[in-house]
């Protein structure tokens, strides 16, 4: 699944992260704009209703599924880090998993990809002894599966290195800086608006580059680009990224369809 | 899986107790003693390393796996009411043997029986919208699971209804009364040592009764016959009861071996 | 604290029920409004750094504190039962309270009151020995702190038996049944709107009457009217009740203050 | 509270370590072996339940009672770094103490000390920031509290710097490595027996120094020396350095009393 000059493309989205009683994200708008979505597991978001639940609306609107581990800390929403030893980190990837892969075959399908979450998924981006667990624990739960790390990363190398497809994913609604890197959101201009986020996307589709916020232009080559569901715009970047592309010509298909790219 | 005169049986016993740093039950002892263990899912016991570590060692001694869900409440280990509602008791059921099912597959096998534990085990005994409700989960993770539940009770009655293979249990170390329910551990004489205790299984393997609390005989018509793996005399009960089966000539094996009872 | 026409009454409302990145309520906009918050323990709802930031916010607006402990239940927010032994029940009240004493005095102040949350607030009101259990653990942590509780409901009477100030409490934005319970979410016209609201609180504090679901005048003699913080009318509901008790000539005030009424 | 030559010394243990049906340590026959405890909070370890019997030990005992906080990391028993913001830090700290502040009040008494546990411990010994932070957060708690630290370690420079009374700690049955370091668990030696570390109890309490790993002669002053609670030899060792230290004419105290050595 190398990115060269994809004609196809997935859009993938994080849910499920709501929690008993606290709702986060609109996934019930949100999932009918995307191709993809990585459902929370249960150890940093997501309780296990809300699983079932959303696994459900994904089968509902055809778009594929994946899992998406984070650290078990839901006070810290996964984004803290946590210093897990390997079996740990294994163990609690198989179990979160193992947890989204029921609740999927209840819905009716068979989850295609894993994508991991927060301070885990940048973790993993700069460590390739981590990355080598994860990719090692997604390929004892199933060769088949698709794993989702940042384009250009440790993590999509280990899942190269273990046999592994994976997915190099991109980000339509933030800001590159010139390293290819993403722009800290604690900087002016870090996150991007509708247009600006569908032009970044279909750049990204289209070209495999984008313009970094020193107008410096830098390869972002990527089979799958996330729409954050956490922020107000959420709803509006993916319909805006949608359109963008379909009049781009890119057609957009879930992460595990053969859909020619590599 | 009637439990119709049995020449063959079950000896399950309830492992993976461990939490974090703290051991539970002596699992390496126990587990080459019986024929089946039920594999806690972390909700009311077991991370997610002793999950995938109960369930290696279980591969390793060739007994058949399956997973033990509880209410989510750690703090009180299963064994205090929760009040869920049908579809919170449902997805936790959902995603709890969702857990063991990929940790055991991980291992190398797949899992073959699900059994309630605690209070829920209790609880749907004699709730039958309940234990429905539980049969119903069970059947959507998987129609070739066996349900385990008390001999007799609302739970097995919900899943022979809903076409499940169904394992009645009967335990070997607990005095019953003469109404066929369990010595409360609160009075004298609820616990029985080894000797009692084998002498008790081999009377409910061949003769489908047990002598209660009042001398009464009373019927126990059981697939499987659980061995406490919490108490100091755990494995001792289990090798006491191992042997007296072997010298009645009881052959032990796993549930889901279609072995001939039912 | 005798609920004997009243000319001065509390407002309370339940804040610091966020957790982690999840959000829930109006609390800075809700605080300003009310004269008494209950903060959540951590238990049911409330992080941390929630519990002495919603401190903080009250000292800052001069309102009194209490505790609002709750059954141990994140994923249920202490809205499911959950059976407790009257030792856990006391033990859980005991190291809740203190949490939320601790972060007031960092913030500044001490705490004034205690009020259960939910399921264990419901609970209480109906059975006299779990009643007993938390008035117990409310006098143990402290002899002055008021106990509030359910208008007319064994909480308060256990409260007053054993010695502590007590807070009885009725509802502006809650319907009543002709016997004097609340009237079931499930049902129409279970919530009122502000207006109603409005009403129902000033013949609360003056009248000690509200007019029930079937026309009926029903007897609700409280010490403290609560306005629910979660609904989307919180904040209009509050301003609405806070406007009408002063074209009343209600005095508000906090609980703990000695304003006469008892 | 410095530590040239004292006379006196505190001997300290961690306790209150079970949760829910896990026991962990010999806390009955360790309490009356020590003359301060450091309670678990329940974030790291320690249940409700566990956290008031354990209290009320303590005063049965007459041994001064200190909070043990941890990392909120049940799973992980407070050993694993979590990368908490400075507000994180400081509000945990704040609702762990709080919790046994109160039920130590409830058990008779008030707490003299706060001692962090685990990583939260090791960390705060080499960060400035980090033991800052703690620092204050114990300060705003109660300036009169003990704040426990590694002799010689950021810990307690921070607890000074706020104007706190600090406790330096050593430890009898750890072997020290010749930078004063503790010697890695993972290493041969690292945990001394009995009569060793009675010996090494002695030689800090009365010289101020230990022989390292390398023969070496290193400086040691502590104000109290812990008694790991969770070694299979935990009161041997305890019972050998009580009595060492009464042959060799040290008198032991709790934390807080005014022993005269600062």
């Not at 781009?248 to 859909?259: E, M, Q, S, W």
Request: charged fraction near 20%.
């Amino acid at each position: 699944m190398a990115a060269a000059t994809p004609r196809t493309i997935d859009l993938n989205a994080d849910v499920g992260e709501s929690f008993g009683p606290w709702a986060m994200g609109a996934d019930a708008e949100l999932i009918p704009l995307v191709t993809s979505v990585n459902v929370a597991c249960g150890a940093h978001a997501g309780d296990p209703s809300t699983i079932l639940r959303t696994c459900e609306l994904a089968v509902r609107h055809r778009v594929g599924i994946g899992a998406h581990p984070g650290y078990p800390d839901l006070a810290g929403f996964g984004r803290r880090d946590l210093d897990l030893t390997p079996d740990e980190l294994r163990s609690t990837l198989v179990v979160q998993v193992g947890a989204v892969v029921a609740a999927a075959r209840v819905a009716g399908v068979e989850i295609r990809h894993v994508k991991p979450h927060g301070a885990m998924y940048n973790r993993a981006a700069r460590d390739p002894a981590m990355a080598a667990t994860i990719a090692g624990a997604v390929h004892d739960l199933s060769p088949a599966f698709v794993l989702v790390g940042l384009a250009g990363s440790a993590s999509v190398a280990a899942g190269r290195e273990i046999g592994l497809r994976v997915a190099e994913e991109g980000f339509a609604d933030r800001r590159y800086e010139g390293d290819g890197s993403l722009r800290s959101r604690r900087l002016d201009g870090a996150l991007l608006g509708p247009a600006e986020a569908a032009g970044q996307a279909v750049s990204i589709a289209r070209d495999g580059v984008v313009t970094a916020a020193d107008g410096s232009r830098v390869a972002v080559r990527a089979d799958t680009i996330c729409i954050h569901g956490d922020g107000p715009d959420a709803v509006a970047v993916a319909r805006a990224v949608r359109s963008a592309l379909a009049e781009a010509g890119i057609r957009v298909a879930p992460l595990g369809d053969d859909f020619g790219n590599g």
